[in-house]
Every structure is written in C-alpha cells, then in structure tokens.
C-alpha cells in the first residue's frame, strides 16, 4: 500500500507510520499512511484526489481504540492544532475544532459563562472522536449538547449534520469510518465560572479516585449492558486483575484494561476476549466492545 500514488498535500504525509505512540495503549502496528492536514481545504482536496478504494479513518488521541499489531491500511487521518480552536458563537453556544481536546472545550465554556460542558472535561479525547462515538461522563453525553457539526465525507466534500442525522445512542452514532468531523457546535446553558469551575474539579476527583488514569489503558472496554453495569459483571466473573502477557484488567476499575508495559495489541484484544467468555459463561450476557479495535491481527 506504501507505493501507491497519492495526492499532494500541503499537511503532513507519512508512509509506515508508527501509531503506537499516538494512541493510550502504547502498543500496536503503523499505519500504512499517516496525513495531518494543514486546513479542512487540504483535507478536502486530498480526499477528492484519493483512489476511492484506498480505506481511510480518523484518530484523535487514541483514547478509545487498539491498533491492531500488523498496522492500519490506507491512510490515517490526525487533525492537528489547525483544527484544535475553540470559539465562543454566542451566549451559550461554542464552535469547537474537530481535533479541540475535551479540556480545552470545558475550560473555554467556563472562561465564558456556559455550563453544561463540564462532563468534556474528564473524557481524554478530541472533539472528533466525541461525535463519533457519543462521548459521554456523569449523566450526559454528546447527544445532549451537540447542536451540528462539519464533516468531510470520503469523496472530499464537506457537508453540516445536524444531531437528527447522527443516528445517536447510548457510546454510537452513524458516522462511517471515512467521515472526518472537523467541526462541531455544542450548546450550554449560561453559568457562573466558578461554580463550572466547582463542578469540572467534582467530576475530576471522582474520575482520579475511580479509573487508571495514568495507566496505558483505552478508557471503557464494554458498553454498559442495558441489565446493568459491564464492570460488576467483569468483576463478578472474577475477571479482576485477571491478566494475559502484558496485559491485565484493571485493578481499581474492572471496566478497565491495561497494557502494564510492553503488552501487544493481540494480548489486550485476547484478554477482552476471555473476559467476555468468563461474563458470558457466568451470567449469560454477552458484552459488547466499546473500544474501536482498527487494522490488521
Ligand atoms: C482514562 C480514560 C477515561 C475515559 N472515560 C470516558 C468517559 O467517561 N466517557 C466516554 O464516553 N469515553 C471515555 N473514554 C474513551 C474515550 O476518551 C472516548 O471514546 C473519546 O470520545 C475518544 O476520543 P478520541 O478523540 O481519543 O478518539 P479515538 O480513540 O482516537 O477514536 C475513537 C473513534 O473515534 C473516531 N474519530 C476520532 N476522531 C475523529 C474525527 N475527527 N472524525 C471522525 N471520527 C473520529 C475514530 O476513527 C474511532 O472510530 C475514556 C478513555 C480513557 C483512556
């Protein structure tokens, strides 16, 4: 896939590109291309440009996903600082780049008066990998906040969605692996700093005393399954600290995997694997993945 022609760019294109640096896990293959646009134009002309059979996809802090160890086909898209700004529209509304981190849209809400965002601030993601995949923490997530966004679909053409085309539930939406969100607008409600302050310090602590978060880990492993919670049912089956390689299921938050130092991918997805064999044997319910898996075993 390396010798294929491939548009010119104004970014950022580079062939075998490690990705294991560039994701939470640590672990994993390279993509076949890695392109960081300079602007949503040289994105959409690189697109256009592209053989349409070439498969594309986006990452943003590879805060939800294994790569798989034998790498990504096709070329892998990582916005960078040109699509990381954040903008107040109105009172209560903000335009938010598609590679802007969760921080960065809850702090910029609070410098402004709008409430309602905070919950951003504990999700260690880009606003990109937010409306991809419903992001959501203490009592709400994307689908309540999202007013529209930009994407630049796989032929280069770029169209606004509005939440009703989003096809929203609980950790999904309709977005397709070539579709690049660039922008987005979330709405709040208006807010006093200090009291937006209070609350993203409360979700801050909670989240310290609760998940690994300096661990090499992909945030939730499971979906919550709709009989109750993925980490009572892992932690019923006995599946704490459980580990395979280098790779263990968390102590502190059994919903939790972790690569404990030079774990591949295939030890981390196994371990996955066994997990949900050991839920399913026990209760009978099958968990479903909440962390994308991407590329080749
Ligand atoms: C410690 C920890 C805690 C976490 N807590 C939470 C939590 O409370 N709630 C929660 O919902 N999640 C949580 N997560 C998971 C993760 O942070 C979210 O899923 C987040 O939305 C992923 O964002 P990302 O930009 O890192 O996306 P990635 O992990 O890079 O990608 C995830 C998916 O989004 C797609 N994507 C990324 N950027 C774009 C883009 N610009 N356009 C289109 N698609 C894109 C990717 O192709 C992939 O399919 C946690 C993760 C960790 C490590």
Redesign the pocket.
Known sequence: MTTLTLPSVRGKLTPNAPLAPLV?FKSGGTADWLFEPRDVADLQDFLAGLAPAVPV?????????IVRDGGVPGVVIR?GKAFAKVEKIDEVTLNCG??ASGILVSSTARDNGIAGLEFLR?????V??????N???YGREVKDVLIDCDVVIRSGEIATLPLSELGYTY?HSD?T?G????AARFRGHPGEPDAIQAEMDRISAAREAS?P?RSK????TFKNPESGKAWELVDKAGCRGLSLGGAQVSEKHTNFLINTGEATSAEIEALGEEVRKRVKDMSGVELEWEI?RIGRP
Do not use: E, Y
């Open positions: 939470w996809m986006a990452l943003g802090l590879g805060s939800n996903l916005l598609g590679g504990s999700i260690p993601g880009t990109g990998g937010f409306v991809r995949m992001g959501g923490a950790r977005l692996d579709s690049i969100v660039v998940q978060l880990t992909g945030g939730s994308k």
